[in-house]
Structure formats: structure tokens, C-alpha cells
């Protein structure tokens, strides 16, 4: 809205509010931290510092008419190349680290399909839909990762957790489609495929 002169309406800004609270009840109702979480407020806070930036991304990337892939060509070099020096610090501390053949197939699945493919398929949904449509569907996130943990990890499922996955995708459906109210009218007055009927 700032940046990017969009328009929300009633309907897109109770979907945002909506699925953001159902994804901070699926966090919030999740296991408590133990000893593997040293400093769960630093973490915390790193992890809303993340938030921020990718906000910050999403709406500098919006208006960029270059090629998606080779945007994010461009993005994943210039990450690699500000990680170098950090990289490079702890292999001279801690040397190598030893990971199993699993791990590398970890490592290779993370950089290509759930960094690169992921973050080409972003980029050509900005180019389709609004900002803070695209920003809606980042909220699918924490639903995705409890799946995960469920069914590979076998992490237990509580009743709240189910109930914040059900209001995060209730909240993304009303963001991101069409009221009764509304026909097919391209270049409606926020710039989107749908305009109010008077």
C-alpha cells in the first residue's frame, strides 16, 4: 500500500489478519523449546528480523520487469557472495563439516527445490497478482512445515495446531478470491481483475 499503491479492501485485509493469526497459533501452539533452543528470543527475533527483509524483497522485487529466473540468478550470487566471508571463518575454526551422503541429498534438495525453484515460482507470481496477494500464500508456510514435521519427522499434532492450519488456509481464501459483490472487470481501480459493483 505504501510503496506499491495498492488498494485493500475489507475483504483482503480480514483474510491477511486471519491467516496471520492462524499461522501464530500454529507456532504458538506447538512443543515448548528445550535444550535444543539455547536462546528461543534471539531466535525470535532473528526469525521477525527474516519476516521484515523478505517484505522488504517482495515489494523491491514487484516492479522489476527482467526475466524471473535471472532475477533470482542474480539474488542467489549476490547471497553466496555475502556468505563467503562467514563461510569461510568457520571452515578455518571448525574445518569441514562431516555429513553423510543423506545429508548432501539434503543439501542439494534445499538449494534447488526449496530455494531456487521455490524462489522462481515467487518472483513469476509477482508478476501476476498483487504483492500482498503473493504475501498471503507466505503464510501457507507454517501449515507446510507442521505437515512435514507430522508425517516424516512424527512430531504429534495438537487440536490447536489443526485449528490454526484451518484458519490460516480460511484466511488466505478470503484474501485472494473475489467477493459476491464483485465481476470481471480488468484494470479495476486498485489494478486488479475485479472491481465492485456500484
Do not use: H
Not at 480480514?14 to 501464530?24: K, Q, Y
Not at 562431516?98 to 530455494?115: D, N
Not at 512424527?154 to 467477493?179: D, F, K, N, P
Amino acid at each position: 500500500v505504501l510503496f506499491l499503491n495498492e488498494t485493500l479492501d475489507a475483504r483482503r485485509i480480514a483474510g491477511i489478519v486471519l491467516s496471520i493469526a492462524g499461522a501464530a497459533l500454529i507456532v504458538m501452539a506447538g512443543e515448548r523449546s528445550g535444550d535444543n533452543a539455547p536462546a528461543p528470543l534471539l531466535g525470535a527475533a532473528l526469525m521477525l528480523a527474516t519476516v521484515m527483509l523478505w517484505c522488504a524483497y517482495t515489494v523491491a522485487a514487484k516492479p522489476v520487469t527482467a526475466d524471473p529466473t535471472v532475477v533470482i540468478l542474480a539474488v542467489c550470487i549476490l547471497g553466496a557472495l555475502l556468505l563467503l566471508p562467514a563461510s569461510a571463518a568457520e571452515l578455518a575454526t571448525g574445518g569441514w563439516p562431516q555429513t553423510s551422503a543423506a545429508g548432501w541429498l539434503g543439501v542439494a534438495y534445499l538449494g534447488v527445490f526449496a530455494s531456487a525453484v521455490c524462489y522462481v515460482f515467487y518472483n513469476f507470481s509477482l508478476r501476476e497478482l498483487d504483492a500482498s496477494t503473493v504475501g498471503v500464500y507466505t503464510n501457507i508456510d507454517p501449515v507446510v512445515g507442521l505437515l512435514t514435521a507430522v508425517v516424516f519427522l512424527g512430531e504429534s499434532l495438537v487440536a490447536a495446531q489443526a485449528g490454526g492450519a484451518c484458519v490460516v488456509l480460511a484466511g488466505m481464501w478470503l484474501a485472494t478470491t473475489r467477493g459476491p459483490g464483485c465481476r470481471r472487470a480488468r484494470g479495476g481501480p486498485c489494478g486488479c481483475a475485479f472491481r465492485f459493483r456500484r
